[in-house]
């Protein structure tokens, strides 16, 4: 998690973490990269094993760039050198087989010849690393920050499109359980509508994975300009959401092409929606208790009784 308007360059910017991080390291620093050297960051993505075993001048080719590029992507993540990368790219590969005690293909993306078993397998590991790296990363002073500004809120604000519009709705029933005023807006239109009644002592929170989609960026941005406290869900702390945000959530799901945004990314997200409810709800333990009792009784009566 990033905390403030800006600062989010920084999360990649600085000395190079250890090998268990680099993967995710790239994954974040992609999107500011110039696109030759997002095509370095695609090649290291698409298979770690295999770039750690290879030249630097076999990347480049891998990559349909030159070898100055690839130290350039070096420098771009903090590592000096092209030997200090597939050091760090090792070390992963070595982190994941032995988080997943068993062969290589856990960690990787569905294939055409997978059993159901094997989908199951890899489907389950890679949602549970998704969840594991987000805790990891995740900074409680940030989440913090998110808390006492939702707790405060006249008024939330809620945007949100495709994927992230569900985890949007997700939010918003759970604040509105507990008694805040909170709106969902999944439409552009109305989304950029209803940021022209916000204001100082509301809260705007935008999501979205790439951080890059412009009907959720927009109305953030608005709302922003308008002195509302804004918070970002991103993947991508360098990302468009991020410089718009005031506070900045940052997930860490990995994408492959079977385990795309509406997936792997979801999870993620819902699992930081989960901590920002239960953390703001803490703040009024006694009466938030008292309102999820009697929103759960006022739907209890609606199940099916046997006969």
């Known amino acids: 998690m990033s905390r403030h308007r800006g600062e989010a360059a920084g999360a990649v910017t600085g000395g190079a973490g250890g090998g268990a991080e680099v993967l995710n390291r790239v994954r974040v620093a992609r999107p500011a990269l110039p696109p030759s050297e997002q095509r370095v960051a695609d090649a290291v993505i698409s298979d770690p094993a295999l770039c750690a075993e290879s030249s630097i001048a076999a990347l480049a080719d891998r990559a349909q760039t030159s070898t100055a590029t690839v130290l350039r992507f070096c420098r771009s993540l903090g590592y000096a050198s092209y030997p200090q990368l597939k050091l760090n790219l090792a070390a992963a590969v070595a982190?994941?087989?032995?988080?997943?005690?068993?062969?290589?293909?856990?960690?990787?993306d569905i294939s055409a010849g997978d059993s159901v078993e094997q989908i199951i397998r890899k489907v389950i590991y890679n949602d549970v690393r998704v969840l594991e790296e987000t805790a990891r990363n995740a900074d409680p002073a940030v989440l913090e920050e998110a808390v006492d500004a939702?707790?405060?809120?006249?008024?939330?604000?809620?945007?949100?499109?495709?994927?992230?519009?569900?985890?949007?709705?997700?939010?918003h029933q759970k604040l509105h359980r507990i008694g805040f005023t909170v709106f969902v807006w999944t439409d552009v239109h109305a989304a950029l509508t209803a940021t022209a009644l916000i204001g100082p002592g509301d809260v705007a929170i935008?999501?979205?994975?790439?951080?890059?989609?412009?009907d959720t960026v927009d109305p953030l941005i608005d709302a922003g300009d308008r002195g509302a406290h804004t918070i970002a869900l991103t993947n991508y702390p360098r990302s468009a959401i991020a410089r718009a945000a005031q506070t900045v959530l940052t997930t860490c799901a990995r994408e492959t092409p079977f385990r795309s945004g509406a997936t792997a990314s979801r999870i993620a997200q819902l699992a930081l929606v989960d901590c920002l409810f239960v953390a703001?709800?803490?703040?009024?333990?006694?009466?938030?208790?008292?309102?999820?009792?009697e929103t759960y009784s006022s739907v209890r009566k609606r199940r099916r009784r046997r006969s």
Do not use: C, K, W, Y
């Open 95 to 108: 982190h994941e087989l032995a988080v997943a005690g068993e062969a290589p293909s856990v960690g990787s």
């Open 150 to 171: 939702v707790s405060a809120a006249r008024r939330i604000d809620i945007f949100g499109v495709g994927a992230s519009a569900f985890v949007g709705q997700d939010l």
């Open 206 to 214: 935008g999501i979205s994975h790439s951080g890059e989609t412009e």
């Open 280 to 293: 703001v709800a803490q703040r009024s333990f006694d009466s938030a208790t008292a309102a999820l009792q």
